[in-house]
């Protein structure tokens, strides 16, 4: 049975995966108040040093050169910064920004419709691009290779392929799972770039830039408290430092200070961590109900009340990266570390693959 929740989602149409807020993916309503803490250019850009540097040696080269660059792939989990990457091409060479996604071209004839329509020098963004159609993938290789598409006119026997000459641009394609791409269009990439979690001193400097284009002051200690329970993550920091605003505003005397931040967090359950509550929820269950496994994902779903692919995909991720969680073939389970998360003795018998 729904939850009331989940009830609600499906009327409104939200994605309650999208909408935690540790999560790491964004709502449309979000990516709107996203753009206003988005830098600009390169050097405004916090964190990934080396991708940095090789992407503005890629760039100065081009300019130099008075060419387009290379095409650009950018890979790394969501909430990383590829969107802004992309913008800050475009930004960097001067040139206007295409925006598209690999869902929304499902047939060639789209690609070449956005294709046909570029000028000359422009930047082509193709988020979660290793979704896109095969059709579409096998007309953007001739189309990023030799700058070109050809279009079929008349059907059957009688059909032709006229080829079309399209103006040099640059691709800049960003993935969350670099595995799915096909490798003939991994190839035609001249440049990739593979963006990794933030520390906390990186996502520490990223609040502080935020919360001076918000207008409001935030305390050092604050933004340690808040880069701690972030996952590594811009997109989760700056959702954290608009709550402890609201918080601030509402509750507080306005001041984003240490006690702001803890109350603010505790009033959305976000725990010392960075663990909410489907989190916490998967990991008591493990421990409480199946003595810390191994259990299999989708009777750990049921027992949570979420759908496995929820639990694989939002919630499983963050578990392992900070090892409260191991995935084995017999199923889930849970390590050490969880049960003194949750304050809880594992059993003398239990399972000893962590051990």
Not at 61 to 78: M, N, T
Not at 253 to 279: H, I, K, Q, T
Request: aromatic share 4%; glycine share 10%.
């Amino acid at each position: 049975m729904a939850t009331v929740d989940e009830v609600d989602a499906d009327a409104y149409g939200l994605d309650l995966a999208a909408d935690r807020l540790t999560g790491s993916d964004a709502s449309d309503l979000e990516r709107a108040a996203e753009a206003a803490l988005r830098p600009r250019r390169l050097d405004e850009f916090v964190g990934q040093r080396v991708v940095r540097d090789q992407l503005s040696l890629v760039l100065d080269a081009a300019i130099g050169r008075g060419s387009s660059p290379d095409h650009v792939l950018l890979s790394g989990p969501p909430g990383l910064g590829k969107t802004t990457l992309a913008m800050i091409i475009a930004a960097e060479l001067g040139a206007s920004l295409r925006v598209t996604s690999g869902p929304a071209i499902q047939h060639a004839g789209d690609l070449a419709a956005v294709l046909s329509s570029l000028d000359e020098g422009e930047v082509l963004f193709i988020d979660e691009i290793h979704r896109l159609a095969r059709p579409a993938e096998e007309l953007l290789y001739v189309a990023m290779e030799d700058f070109r598409v050809d279009v079929v006119v008349g059907k059957g026997a009688g059909a032709s392929a006229i080829p079309l000459t399209l103006p040099r641009f640059t691709v800049v394609g960003a993935t969350t799972r670099a595995g799915l791409l096909p490798a003939p269009l991994r190839d035609r990439f001249g440049f990739t770039g593979h963006l990794d979690f933030y520390s906390s001193d990186e996502l520490e400097r990223v609040l502080t830039r935020s919360a001076g284009l918000l207008g409001s002051a935030l305390q050092p200690q604050a933004a340690s408290e808040l880069a701690s329970r972030s996952r590594g993550t811009p997109r989760i920091a700056n959702r954290l430092l608009r709550r402890v605003r609201d918080w601030a505003e509402v509750r507080g005397d306005g001041s984003m200070d240490l006690r702001a931040a803890r109350a603010a967090l505790e009033v959305y359950e976000v725990d010392d961590l960075g663990l909410d509550r489907l989190d916490r929820a998967v990991l008591r269950a493990l421990c409480t109900r199946f003595a810390g496994g191994p259990v299999g994902l989708t009777t750990l779903a049921v027992t949570v009340g979420e759908e496995p692919e929820t639990v694989e995909t939002v919630a499983e991720p963050f578990l392992v990266r900070e090892g409260l969680m191991g995935r084995t073939p017999r199923g889930r389970v849970a390590t050490p570390a969880a049960w003194a998360h949750l304050g809880l003795t594992p059993p003398a018998d239990g399972a000893t693959l962590f051990a």
